[in-house]
């Protein structure tokens, strides 16, 4: 049972580039999320799903863009990375509303933009 | 939306007692999570409260009162791998919100 895979764990990007951090559960899962994390900041919700076909802008989505085709995958797209981009990047996915709470985590992504 | 404030930073004595508090303000509430993460890895799960009270687990316990908008973990008998940042974040309609992380300090 992988659980959550996030991938890739390290990038580095030039200022301009873009790429997709991928997210994989194989949990079942209906909530999938996307979080970055940067020092005095805590974690920061940047897009949500509630399932498939279905996502919704957190706090600070600007830059990112997120699609949730099937149950499994929420990939992440950087379009045009910038240096305020660099941090690191933990998916995040729990079963739904009222249906068991525990939220598990893929390992993170470090990314850093130049 | 959601407020939560908890400390930054806390130190404690091996073999002690720390209580780490957790105050929120929110539009809507299914639940307060506690959840534990060393440095330069990922959160792991401690505690999900949803209803009032103290639920304790091995070392860890964790109490909510909703009416307070208030919640602490308290940790016993601390040992050094207990240092690390503890998160509080609490779940909405359909997001969840984490605190800045509280980050815990354990001595000899």
């Known amino acids: 049972n992988a659980g959550v895979t996030q991938t890739p764990k390290f990038q580095v990007l030039k200022t301009g580039q873009s790429m997709t951090l991928q997210c994989a559960q194989d949990m079942n899962h209906e909530y999938m999320s996307w979080y970055r994390q940067d020092p005095g900041m805590g974690l920061r919700l940047i897009h949500y799903s509630v399932g498939a076909g279905i996502t919704d802008q957190g706090e600070v989505p600007n830059g990112y863009n997120v699609s949730r085709s099937t149950t499994e995958d929420f990939p992440l797209r950087l379009l045009s990375a910038a240096p305020s981009q660099t941090s690191v990047y933990f998916c995040?996915?729990?079963?739904?509303?009222?249906?068991?709470?525990?939220?598990?985590f893929g390992e993170g992504s470090w990314l850093t933009v130049v | 939306g959601q407020n939560i404030d908890q400390p930054t930073e806390m130190t404690a004595t091996e073999g002690a007692i720390v209580q780490i508090n957790c105050t929120y303000q929110t539009s809507g509430f299914n639940g307060l999570f506690w959840y534990q993460q060393h440095a330069g890895e990922a959160p792991t799960f401690l505690s999900y409260?949803?209803?009032?009270g103290l639920e304790e687990k091995g070392r860890f316990s964790s109490f909510l009162s909703r009416s307070k908008g208030y919640s602490y973990l308290l940790l016993k008998e601390l040992q050094m791998k207990d240092s690390a940042s503890y998160l509080c974040?609490?779940?909405?309609?359909?997001?969840?919100?984490f605190g800045i992380g509280t980050k815990l300090q354990v001595i000899p």
């Open positions: 974040a609490v779940a909405g309609y359909q997001k969840v919100t």
């Open positions: 409260n949803v209803l009032d």
């Open positions: 995040a996915t729990r079963p739904g509303q009222g249906v068991g709470n525990t939220i598990y």
